[in-house]
């Protein structure tokens, strides 16, 4: 199974066209890395990949990526896209692709009512491509066409929807995906083979969510904020991490304790705004996760397991 990094940045990109943090300002001046929107894309056969959320930069993402390019005519390797959530930064890609003639698209049902009946980005969607929906079901293992094998589990959240009213946890409406390549005789249950985690959502990392992360061979996980009061001390937002759905990295709660000492192959964080100061090669946030044995994951990256 094979993984690319197409985006690893949380919406806005690093820099964010009107941000002038140190990380901004670092980007800009050549002594960081420019990231885009977090997407990852995944394959078994390298013919056939899915695409994990729909970044507003899939464009310049398939470029930058030779076995997401076309074939012959407007043949697209790009054969299924899965949905984490229905946030814009995941889900405004899906217009950008409304040049193919289908789109086979796994989200649950309440993703799906957000991008219909909230944001509309779906309803849009349909007067252009044909959309071959498959509703996700946490705990139920799909096998795709390419021989990959998900298995989506429920990531609860009180973060407030932008989009139409709340949704009760227990509707999933961010999910993570163990993702495995599936056995000759069906579908695996994404536990006992080789897997990756992808998870660049995550407002707190309980037991139900590590019980899905532990034992994986690679965990990609929410990396937005190194402290829940990131934005608030730079001035730039009243919210903390946690109020925006994402778990800060430090702390005694944060991701970098919650996940130390768990049986894990590799820990590369994912979806890092643009304020956050492990983006800065060097500095010593990104000190202190490399110290732990995790990584920062850029664009391009590739996992292979």
Not at 83 to 93: K, N, R
Not at 239 to 252: A, D, E, L, Y
Request: net charge negative; aromatic share 4%; hydrophobic share 35%.
């Amino acid at each position: 199974m094979r993984l690319r990094v197409l985006g690893s940045a949380a919406g806005g990109g690093s820099p964010q066209w009107n941000c002038s943090c140190p990380v901004c300002t670092a980007v800009r001046g050549g002594a960081a890395r420019p990231r885009t929107q977090s997407s990852v894309a995944v394959c078994v056969d390298d013919r056939r990949w899915t695409v994990i959320n729909l970044s507003p930069d899939i464009h310049a993402q398939i470029e930058s990526f030779d076995a997401l390019l076309p074939r012959p005519g407007r043949t697209t390797p790009l054969k299924s896209v899965l949905l984490t959530d229905a946030e814009l930064d995941h889900t405004l890609g899906l217009l950008l692709v409304r040049e193919g003639k289908t789109l086979d698209l796994h989200a649950t049902a309440a993703v799906r009512r957000t991008l219909l009946d909230g944001s509309g980005v779906l309803r849009t969607l349909e007067r252009y491509s044909e959309i071959v929906w498959r509703q996700v079901e946490p705990g139920t293992a799909v096998r795709l066409d390419g021989g990959l094998t998900y298995r989506a589990f429920d990531v609860p959240t009180t973060k407030t929807a932008r989009f139409g009213a709340d949704h009760a946890a227990s509707e999933a409406r961010v999910v993570g995906y163990r993702l495995s390549e599936s056995p000759s005789d069906g579908p695996s249950d994404g536990t006992g083979e080789p897997s990756i985690v992808y998870l660049p959502c995550a407002q707190y990392l309980g037991p139900d969510v590590l019980e899905f992360v532990e034992g994986c061979d690679c965990l990609l996980v929410d990396g937005t904020c190194w402290s829940d009061d990131e934005l608030i001390r730079l001035g730039l937002a009243g919210k903390t991490s946690r109020s925006m759905g994402h778990v800060p990295i430090s702390g005694p709660d944060g991701s970098l304790e919650r996940l130390t000492g768990l049986s894990i192959g590799r820990t590369i964080y994912i979806h890092m705004n643009n304020t956050n100061p492990v983006l800065l090669d060097g500095s010593p946030e990104r000190r202190a996760v490399e110290a732990r044995g995790f990584e920062v994951a850029a664009d391009g990256l590739e996992v292979s397991i």
